[in-house]
């Protein structure tokens, strides 16, 4: 029994201390009152070893490895108001020198202000940065960077796509100026520039060292409002001074993304970049209301309440149950060819378009479009898989494995594709991952609301997804020692910082999402795994062809990308074949900017010579297209 002397020195703890039915702001006010009272009476030496309340509770808080999972906020986050482009530009960004000289406005040393602050304070006063302004963004930075693409600006402004003019249509000087009024701010004589911020609805403000540099820095971000350097070129140029020259484009239309560009560009990156993302009406017959890519994921477009948002080829290889229609085909080329590269001149025009392969029986359909309605002067319609051969020219003899949103399987021997041994899974690919690791964080309670927020994902798996050698053996060092895989992923800077589950840890789900291409199982898929179908049609071939193929996988497409695939493939297919008893050479062949292989390979078709037999059979001029639709009519 304890005697009432020792009972005086006890302190009374409250019950409510757990993370589940414990306000924490309440716990820490009674905590902190029950202590303040009933110290006093401790003697000294116990009362500086005895830990507080407090610190008893972030110990136990610490150890918890889920993110909070805050429902209020997520249902105070309105999707439909979310604005997707910076994520999607951070997406769909190319690696070429020459695409990121050719899009740079402007570059130079300005005081700034914090965005949102438009007169200088006591303590928030100026401060020198350094600007770039291009693709329709002015980036600011602490010092001048050795490297864009590796260095986190401090501030980056979205411009305002207030002035939207027609591709057709011809706007004076007194018209352009009045739709900037609410996009940038500049008087004449004062050194202070102001633009105003498109997602945040704020205005950053700068100021040059005179008034005369001001008016430059205005120019020039207003002419990059109203015509966006991503469009400006050397290729456009040279085709508004030479107006009897054809032009080559090339235009690839994947089941993710979209790339179009001039061939006669041979540092290789296309130069339009942009998910195959359409919005439209149910009711919409008119191919000028279509909106792409960016245009598409704007919250304005996405509000409207009769507005369809669908993405691509994902998951359909039927034409009836597929997303594009030929209107959505008219529609596409009218924003790629008259909106963004501001090409006017239909006739001059020889495009080189490559399709899904669900369009393959629907051939004269897209004659019909391309030539009959948009007056192409030629066209030539080749699948994405054997153009990839064509940018690594050692041999057109391989067996090309597209891995995009998708799965494409193609044998090729010298040219000719042997379509009977082909395998194709659009589920197999970059949207089974995307699937694979939103069930992973789900564990986390990292959860997301809408379809468009998907790109998150993507965004988690292209910076931190890998394919592990040995998942097992990995699995259990992630268990055992976490910090080896442990990476901190922070999502602030797309979605609003409110949200408490915008930075999470991720471990064994980085091997884990990746995981599904060798054990759909995982997911609940019943089909077979890459290596498996890659062994399939290996079988399929002659047996004499075998061989050859074998030492001549080549890897295109975006999900490829992913670390040390390359070497889990060839494990694999050696082990299948090993235990088969045909142990043949494997050789997994994964070339450079393979994401853009059937892009440059397109491109390196048009410009090289020898190649030119190839070409003249698949080339359709408009004028015998035209003379074939009089003699059937």
Same mark, same amino acid.
């Given at each position: ?41 401790? /003697? ?63 570059? !130079? ?6 965005? !949102? ?125 030479? /107006? ?23 540092? !290789?990156a296309p130069l339009i970049y942009f998910p195959s993302v359409v919005l439209h009406t149910e009711e919409t017959e008119v191919s000028s209301e279509y909106s792409w890519g960016f245009e598409a994921v704007l919250p304005s477009a996405r509000q409207a309440a009769s507005s369809l948002l669908k993405y691509g080829f994902c998951y359909s290889q039927n034409l009836q149950d597929n997303v594009f229609k030929p209107l959505h085909l008219s529609s596409l080329l009218y924003y790629v060819i008259c909106s963004l590269m501001r090409l006017r001149d239909m006739r001059r025009i020889r495009l080189l378009l490559s399709l899904p392969q669900a369009w393959k029986g ?195 497409? !975006? ?75």
């Open positions: 029994m304890a005697t009432n002397s020792e009972n005086e020195h006890q302190i009374e703890v409250p019950r409510r201390l757990s993370l589940t039915d414990c306000d924490f702001q309440k716990a820490q006010t009674d905590c902190n009152s029950h202590v303040r009272t009933n110290s006093d009476s401790l /003697p000294r030496q116990e009362r500086a070893v005895r830990p507080t309340i407090r610190q008893r509770f972030f110990s136990v808080r610490k150890k918890t490895p889920r993110a909070e999972f805050d429902p209020k906020a997520l249902a105070d986050f309105r999707v439909t108001e979310w604005d997707p482009t910076h994520l999607l530009m951070e997406l769909y960004r190319t690696s070429s020198s020459y695409f990121h000289r050719s899009r740079l406005r402007k570059e !130079g040393m300005l005081e700034t202000l914090n965005l !949102g602050q438009t007169r200088p304070g006591i303590f928030r006063r100026y401060k020198r940065k350094y600007l770039f302004v291009s693709d329709s963004t002015v980036t600011c930075y602490q010092t001048q960077p050795a490297d864009v693409n590796q260095t986190k600006p401090k501030i980056k402004v979205l411009l305002p796509r207030d002035y939207e003019p027609d591709a057709y249509s011809e706007e004076t000087d007194s018209d352009t100026s009045s739709v900037l009024t609410n996009s940038i701010r500049w008087q004449e004589g004062s050194s202070v520039v102001q633009v105003r911020d498109r997602e945040s609805d704020r205005w950053f403000t700068c100021r040059a060292t005179n008034d005369e540099e001001a008016g430059e820095w205005f120019d020039t971000i207003r002419q990059e409002i109203i015509n966006p350097s991503f469009i400006k070129n050397e290729m456009t140029l040279h085709y508004e001074a030479h /107006p009897q020259e054809m032009v080559d484009l090339v235009m690839i239309v994947g089941s993710c993304s979209i790339r179009a560009g001039f061939s006669q560009l041979e540092d !290789g629907y051939t004269e359909d897209v004659c019909h479009v391309i030539l009959g309605e948009l007056n192409l002067g030629s066209l030539a319609l080749l699948p994405a898989h054997i153009l990839p051969l064509y940018h690594d020219s050692t041999s057109l003899t391989a067996l090309v494995v597209r891995l995009g949103g998708g799965m494409e399987i193609v044998p090729i021997v010298e040219g000719v594709v042997l379509e009977t041994a082909a395998q194709r899974n659009p589920e197999m690919g970059g949207h089974l991952i995307d699937t694979a690791l939103m069930g992973l964080l789900a564990k986390l309670n990292v959860r997301t609301s809408s379809t468009v927020e998907s790109f998150l994902w993507r965004f988690v798996k292209e910076r931190h997804a890998f394919v592990s050698l040995d998942p097992e053996q990995d699995l259990i060092t992630a268990e055992q020692a976490p910090h080896k895989f442990q990476r901190v992923v922070d999502l602030s800077e797309f979605r609003p910082p409110n949200l408490t589950h915008n930075t999470f840890h991720i471990v064994s789900e980085r091997f884990q999402c990746a995981e599904v291409l060798f054990n759909p199982g995982l997911i609940g898929k019943d089909f077979p795994s890459l290596p498996k179908y890659i062994a399939q049609v290996l079988e399929r071939v002659d047996i004499d062809l075998r061989r050859d193929l074998g030492k001549r996988i080549l890897l295109v497409g !975006g999900t490829t990308l992913l670390p040390q695939l390359p070497e889990r493939l060839h494990k694999e297919l050696s082990l299948i074949f090993s235990q088969k008893g045909r142990g043949f050479q494997i050789n997994i062949n994964s070339m450079p900017q393979r994401e853009h292989a059937a892009y440059l390979g397109a491109c390196q078709l048009l410009r090289d010579e020898t190649y030119e037999p190839i070409l003249r059979k698949e080339w359709i001029n408009l004028a015998e297209w035209q003379k074939e639709q009089e003699i059937r009519v």
